[in-house]
């Protein structure tokens, strides 16, 4: 299958990976809304959330409390959202959560910088 978010949980596309284990994968966003922007995918294909098993959704909400903790405790923003797109909203047909965090001042690093910050 033609997945770039398959691809990537292959190993075939690198990404800024800042965890991952059998059953999810999490890294940054290439094209960040603001720094921190995270994705946090299933390695299991489904497309959106009509096609994701509660099971699935759950273990991935839950690792993305875990990371919302991690990027508020390094990149200390007023807030982050956390957005899930279905439909035409959804760019990558592959199930993914994106955590966005805002800041009073949104002063872009590069991917690569704010993958330092988080793994210091
Ligand atoms: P969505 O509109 O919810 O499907 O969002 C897909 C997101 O995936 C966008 O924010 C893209 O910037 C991001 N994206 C696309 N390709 C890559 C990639 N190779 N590595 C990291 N993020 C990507
Ligand atoms: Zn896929």
């Known amino acids: 299958m033609d997945c770039i978010f398959c691809k990537i949980c ?3 596309i690198p990404s800024y990976t800042l965890y ?3 059953k999810i994968k999490v890294f940054l966003d290439i094209n960040p ?3 921190g922007h995270t994705l946090i995918i299933p390695k299991n294909h489904s497309v959106d959330l ?3 098993s509660l099971d699935t959704i759950n273990y991935t909400l839950a690792k993305a ?3 919302k903790k991690l990027l508020e405790k390094k990149l200390n923003p007023i807030g982050i959202r956390l957005v899930q797109n279905n439909g035409t909203l959804e760019e990558v047909k592959h199930f993914h959560l ?3 965090p805002f800041y009073n001042d949104n002063n872009k690093m590069n991917v690569e910088d704010v993958y ?5």
């Open 10 to 12: 292959n190993g075939d």
């Open 65 to 67: 409390k875990d990371i």
């Open 50 to 52: 009509d096609d994701t």
């Open 116 to 120: 330092k910050i988080l793994n210091n």
């Open 33 to 35: 809304i603001s720094n």
């Open 20 to 22: 991952e284990d059998d």
């Open 98 to 100: 994106h955590l966005i």
